[in-house]
């Protein structure tokens, strides 16, 4: 349908609204852009300094802070499974562990506890210098 098809409050409005999507979705690249490129930088600063996975690098003054992570794939041979039957031990030891190359995540720091971990590791906390694992 050809927005000039709709009544003009309705055809102005929707235009008013496209012109702001396409705004906000170039500035939205903008951002990205520059998102990732100050990402590797702290990424690059984190790794010169000694920042290893499940560390963290951050400022109590500023409340803001990095957590080095990777991502955990795993795969299962199913060639394995077949040849031996399936059980928990023969899945257990078909299952094929890889870890990503190690990357950061933004992390809010208050009173010494690292919390507001994004997606990757929402299971574990920091206190201190050391990771507790919350569990699944």
Do not use: W
């Amino acid at each position: 349908m050809d927005i000039n098809e709709l009544p003009e409050e309705i055809r102005e409005k929707t235009e008013n609204d496209l012109k702001m999507l396409n705004e906000l979705a170039m500035m939205r690249r903008h951002i990205e852009t520059r998102y990732k490129t100050k990402k590797a930088d702290v990424y690059d600063t984190a790794r010169q300094v000694g920042i290893n996975v499940g560390d963290v690098l951050g400022s109590q003054e500023l409340g803001l802070g990095i957590r080095m992570n990777y991502k955990t794939t795993r795969r299962i041979d199913g060639e394995e499974l077949l040849k031996r039957g399936v059980s928990q031990e023969v899945i257990e030891e078909s299952t094929i562990v890889n870890h990503s190359k190690p990357f950061i995540t933004r992390c809010n720091l208050q009173k010494g506890i690292t919390i507001g971990i994004t997606n990757a590791n929402k299971r574990a906390e920091t206190k201190g210098n050391y990771i507790v694992d919350k569990g699944p």
